[in-house]
């Protein structure tokens, strides 16, 4: 029996059950890699880390996911959806409790290395999996509801790692995994098959190409991810790195378009469709790891809270998501993709924009309309391109597509971070010299301000002869704020006009077949 007849015979609740496990499986791989976020001092406590060591824990997570996401395409076709799935949730269950269990920083590193490769594969193989198991009306919803799970895993993952840390301990932030992932691993295999592996791949992998390709991306998420911390090409390792990303790329690419089967089809890239809609989910990558990244690095720094209080004040862009899933899915079937990109990009950019005239006294309640229009938006731009994407390739390549179209995603949630984390220092740095320049202590409103604080502190425990520099410090203090302040506005107004920047490229999407026609021409 072929695989379009094994599925066809499948009943809608089986087709359901089966993804809805699959869909699971993605969202433990992305939540994984935030949820250590908020408890990287836990666990670097835990393990007598040092912390130059502890970010670790998240880069090589990162680094050995983005190597594996553009290589489970192939995998998927050698060896079957079923049976790659089935391994990956195996394997990261088995990792997720040697991360749990680890007993120094390098077990741990080594660990969550292995849990970022095997989850790696189980994000882009939902995608290609709900396009060919579901048609019509039914298909509409596949992107919206990966595209809720893809964006929420990501957000409320500092949030319940925060709590998990300090209801348990952080060894439960990889042992939460132990559960779905065993009950992943039992049942999948029960399902019917939906491929066939064709092992004969095997014969033509392409050793150089894999080889090529887990050396420029796992460089480059390196540089991305540590570039900032040491001055970009000012460091002597990071300069290295950057050249081999790009050699190492360059010869992938070459490598990709030469070779008879690729591991990663950039063929692909050819349909301008999918290209542009490429394009706009790295642009989206970049607004969704960024919004995740900035607001609670703000809340933080300059507000304060801790783990469990940024948790509470970033939940409701998650929640605005979870809610406006059905009306996207509805959308989808009656509106054209190209307007519904045009809006979420308007939208994402509006909500980036009312964080501009943020202040050093925001707490998380000014935040709270600007992530609801971001998260409403965040499903206007992921559910189009992700269909236009996938729907614009024909289904033998469906696998290799969704795998390279995750991969532009992650790459620009990488990049997205990198920018933010240049953007802030830089922009933080200009703007304390500018407001330093105009304090000095000759300054009327300057005398002012120390003599009101000496008095204060003349009041309290203070000793007398520091007084004085505790005042200076405080004012420094507050300085610094504003610096930091100024900066964060700085990068939502960035984030902004990317976003509306991007519109100039919606004119060259084609317009998307209607769902129902789609589906029918991929039946046949």
Aim: overall charge neutral; some cysteine; charged content about 15%.
């Amino acid at each position: 029996m072929s695989s379009e007849a094994r599925i066809a015979s499948m009943s809608d609740k089986r087709k359901f059950v089966l993804f809805a496990l699959m869909a699971v499986g993605q969202f433990m791989a992305l939540l994984d890699t935030q949820i250590v976020a908020a408890s990287i001092s836990d666990v670097q406590a835990g393990l007598a880390a040092a912390p130059d060591e502890s970010s670790w824990i998240q880069t090589a997570y990162l680094m050995a996911e983005i190597v594996m996401i553009p290589l489970s395409g192939w995998l998927s076709r050698a060896f079957s959806t079923r049976w790659l799935f089935t391994v990956s949730a195996a394997s990261f269950t088995l990792a997720s409790i040697a991360c749990g269990c680890a007993w120094n920083i390098q077990s741990m590193i080594v660990a969550r290395a292995i849990q970022g490769f095997v989850g790696g594969a189980m994000i882009p193989t939902v995608f290609a999996t709900g396009y060919a198991l579901f048609t019509g009306k039914k298909r509409a919803l596949i992107p919206a509801i990966l595209g809720v799970l893809s964006s929420l895993a990501p957000t409320i993952g500092p949030t319940l790692g925060g709590w998990i840390t300090d209801e348990l301990s952080w060894h439960w932030l990889f042992f939460v995994n132990i559960v779905p992932g065993l009950v992943i691993t039992l049942t999948i295999p029960f399902f019917e098959a939906i491929d066939e592996p064709d092992l004969s791949l095997l014969r033509r992998f392409d050793f150089i190409g894999l080889v090529l390709l887990a050396v420029s991306l796992a460089s480059l998420e390196y540089v991305l991810e540590e570039g900032y911390r040491w001055n970009w090409l000012d460091d002597e390792t990071i300069r290295n790195l950057t050249w081999t990303a790009i050699i190492t790329g360059g010869l992938f690419i070459w490598r990709t378009l030469v070779h008879p089967s690729p591991i990663v089809d950039l063929r692909a890239l050819k349909n301008r469709t999918f290209a542009v809609a490429s394009l706009f989910i790295f642009i989206t990558g970049f607004g969704l790891f960024g919004g995740v990244f900035v607001l609670p690095l703000f809340l933080a720094r300059v507000a304060g809270y801790d783990a469990r209080q940024i948790g509470e004040a970033v939940f409701v862009a998650g929640l605005s998501q979870v809610l406006i899933a059905p009306l996207v899915a509805r959308l989808m079937q009656v509106i054209d993709a190209r307007i519904m990109i045009t809006v979420g990009f308007t939208a994402f950019a509006y909500g980036l924009w009312m964080n501009t005239g943020i202040t050093s006294q925001w707490q998380g309640g000014e935040f709270f309309w600007p992530q609801i229009v971001r998260g409403f938006a965040l499903l206007l731009c992921i559910v189009p391109a992700t269909n236009m994407a996938l729907g614009a390739v024909p289904p033998e390549q469906l696998k290799m597509s969704s795998a390279l179209f995750n991969t532009m995603r992650n790459l620009g949630g990488a990049i997205g971070i990198a920018c933010i984390n240049t953007w802030l220092n830089d922009r933080t740095n200009l703007h304390w010299h500018r407001l330093t320049e105009h304090l000095t202590t000759g300054d009327l409103r300057v005398q002012t301000w120390l003599h009101n604080v000496n008095l204060n502190l003349s009041g309290s425990k203070v000793d007398p002869g520091l007084i004085d520099h505790r005042a200076l410090a405080l004012l420094a203090g507050k300085v610094r704020a504003e610096a930091v302040t100024m900066a964060f506005a700085d990068v939502f107004y960035l984030m902004a006009a990317l976003f509306l920047g991007a519109l100039i490229f919606v004119p060259l999407l084609q317009r998307p077949k209607p769902v129902t026609a789609a589906a029918k021409e991929a039946a046949h």
